[in-house]
């Protein structure tokens, strides 16, 4: 099983409109085949400088690369993840115990 993550801050203000509309887009990512328990989460440590966290399972590489790939996930990085996200940091992890 493979857990993808990102942790994500906005350039968006905290509680505005285009928060909210690019977090629900978001979650729509949890409908592409192959993702499993999706998660989206807002940080609660003042210690992380990012506002919200993004994961998700998969069950082998081939489900990870069908979601990377998939043109939903594609469209939603090009018009939503990249002009918006303000600074990111991506985990990916397959778990040893």
Do not use: C
Not at 7 to 13: E, T
Not at 28 to 37: E, F, H, Q, S
Not at 77 to 84: F, G, S
Request: charged content about 20%; cysteine-free; aromatic content about 12%.
């Amino acid at each position: 099983m493979i857990r993808h993550a990102a942790l994500f801050r906005l350039s968006h203000a905290s509680g505005s409109a285009e928060e909210t509309s690019f977090l629900a887009a978001l979650a729509r990512l949890a409908d592409i085949p192959g993702v499993g328990n999706f998660e989206i989460a807002r940080e609660t440590s003042p210690k992380n400088p990012y506002a919200f966290a993004v994961s998700m399972t998969f069950a082998d590489q081939a489900a990870y690369t069908g979601y990377n790939d998939h043109p939903e996930h594609v469209a939603f990085v090009q018009t939503r993840w990249l002009p918006e996200v303000a600074e990111f940091m991506e985990h990916d992890t397959v778990a040893l115990v």
